[in-house]
């Protein structure tokens, strides 16, 4: 899912909702969430846990780096907001768990900062910004394991483009997104990236 | 990064701060209930040390675990090595058995430097000769980071013998590399000839340099070196340059005590000073795990690097 973060090297794409392509590099983008949309999907998202899990007792959330951990955040301060329940989220890395390590220079390892109760008997409810092949959702399950045992584990994803690899399906969806192989989402953030959206790049040329 | 860490003069100050972070999120796992990573899975570290050492080797060995690497321990003694065998055929040995990392210690500098040459997988110096010793200086300037925050423009001090000290000429490239100002305070008799072209300051007087030093490391007087008459007696030695609790005293209050140990408590240091809270050789020893985890997750973690650099 490592496509699904923007990098500093990928340069904002177009104005968000034009469809143009940038002058030099033959990539289509087009933004499929704009900002308010992002609001109404984590709005709805937290409305959703603290439906199934009753209230959200017992909950703690858990974002993967980088966008995961805005968005866990986020959702935290609505169900605050709406029942009043303070939940604590945190973060969890999952850079030693991945089974792709072997294929790149070994990369920095992310920030894991877990509540200060631990996740032993806690419903553990992980947050990524793109659900994709699945494997970072693996890795995330293999983390857990070696830090607590939770009662139960959950997924909430701000997108889920399709094409999974593994059996691994999300609790809490913000969009649907059907993608093509080929196609690449990107997450932005105003808290990282200055702004929020979700856009939907197509490859001109395949690298 | 490159692929062996033979010298800490082969760490650009990006790679150095890529180990220090590492090692940051590593120390988390030293206080988890499973002291595990399943990353190193299936890769296999040889520890070969030609020279006795408790420490270091059982840090590496720790290291390499908690990374569920396989660790193949290899000392000198008792081996085909008592019996005459050359450190190259000793190397072929390695290579026939799939060594994915050597971590050597060797009585000769610059024998990590030619086992390099003999030998596929990564080379990790822990110690050779009076040369280098470069994760003693990472898990230094770790512990120092953790108690000071960053190191550009901090004070060291680095006491004692110089000479035969792998620890210092490792340290003190490694803080140059980070921004620190190091200054060395010995005996001359016990600062090597080449001292002066070293990134660092000297000095005769400790006394002098203590009020304005962040940090004070004191080194071991390595007794079994001492063949020649370097300074007149213990007592002297350690009245000069010895940390006792008065020049404890004069250290500005935020400062630390180092030492890389083991200690000659009561020749360069005090018993008590080595016991005060401003001491920081316990963490030392359990900093030492987390950065050798983090070089040899970011050495053997990754692709393999094609060459030398990348």
């Known amino acids: 899912m490592s496509d699904a973060r923007p990098r500093p090297a990928t340069r904002g794409p177009s104005e968000p909702g034009s469809t143009t392509s940038s002058p030099s590099v033959a990539n289509v983008s087009r933004a499929v969430l704009e900002g308010p949309d992002i609001h109404r999907a984590l709005t709805r998202i937290a409305h959703e846990i603290l439906e199934r899990t009753k209230g959200a007792q017992d909950v703690v959330l858990l974002g993967i780096p980088t966008r995961g951990v805005t968005l866990a955040r986020r959702i935290g301060e609505r169900v605050a907001r709406f029942e009043g329940v303070q939940i604590p989220a945190g973060s969890i890395d999952i850079t030693m768990y991945r089974d792709d390590l072997r294929l790149r220079p070994a990369r920095p390892l992310g920030r894991t900062e877990l509540p200060p109760d631990g996740i032993d008997g806690k419903i553990v409810v992980l947050v990524d910004d793109v659900l994709f092949s699945g494997r970072t959702v693996r890795a995330a399950l293999d ?23 593994l059996p691994i399906r999300a609790d809490y969806v913000g969009k649907n997104l059907p993608t093509a192989m080929s196609e690449k989402v990107k997450v932005f953030l105003a808290e990282t990236d200055g702004r929020d959206a979700v856009v939907l790049i197509k490859e001109g040329d395949a690298k | 990064m490159k692929r062996h860490l033979i010298s800490a003069a082969d760490l650009s100050r990006d790679d150095a701060l890529l180990i220090l972070d590492t090692a940051e999120e590593l120390a988390q796992v030293s206080q988890r209930s499973i002291k595990k990573l399943p990353t190193l899975r299936g890769r296999t570290v040889v520890n070969l040390f030609f020279e006795d050492s408790t420490r270091t080797r059982i840090s590496f060995e720790a290291a390499a675990k908690r990374l569920s690497a396989d660790v193949i321990n290899f000392s000198a003694k008792g081996s085909s090595v008592s019996k005459g065998e050359s450190l190259k055929d000793t190397a072929l040995t390695l290579q ?81 590399t980070l921004g620190a100002e190091v200054t060395l305070v010995a005996p001359p008799t016990l600062l090597p000839v080449s001292v002066g072209s070293w990134p660092c300051e000297i000095s005769y007087d400790l006394d002098a340099v203590l009020p304005k030093s962040d940090v004070v490391m004191m080194l071991r007087v390595q007794r079994e070196r001492m063949n020649a008459a370097f300074f007149p007696s213990a007592r002297e030695y350690s009245r000069r340059y010895g940390l006792d609790r008065d020049r404890l005293g004069r250290m500005p209050d935020h400062a630390v005590v180092m030492h890389p140990g083991p200690m000659n408590r009561g020749m360069e240091i005090a018993a008590e000073v080595a016991d005060s809270p401003r001491s920081t050789i316990v963490e030392q020893v359990t900093n030492g795990v987390t950065i050798r985890m983090a070089v040899l997750y970011l050495l053997l973690g990754g692709a393999e690097l094609e060459g030398g650099a990348q």
Do not use: C, K, Y
């Open chain 2, 96 to 176: 026939a058995m799939g060594a994915d990392a050597v971590v050597i210690r060797h009585g000769a500098s610059g024998a990590p430097h030619r086992l390099a040459e003999w030998v596929d997988g990564s080379i990790v110096n822990a110690g050779d000769g009076t040369h280098e010793h470069p994760t003693q200086a990472l898990l230094d300037a770790f512990s120092m980071r953790r108690r000071l925050g960053p190191l550009d423009g901090r004070r060291v001090t680095i006491v004692g013998d110089v000479l035969h000290s792998r620890v210092a000429r490792s340290n003190v490239l490694l803080l140059a």
């Open chain 1, 143 to 165: 983390a857990l394991g070696d830090i607590g045992r939770p009662r139960a584990v959950q997924l909430a994803t701000l997108v889920d483009r399709g094409h999974r690899e």
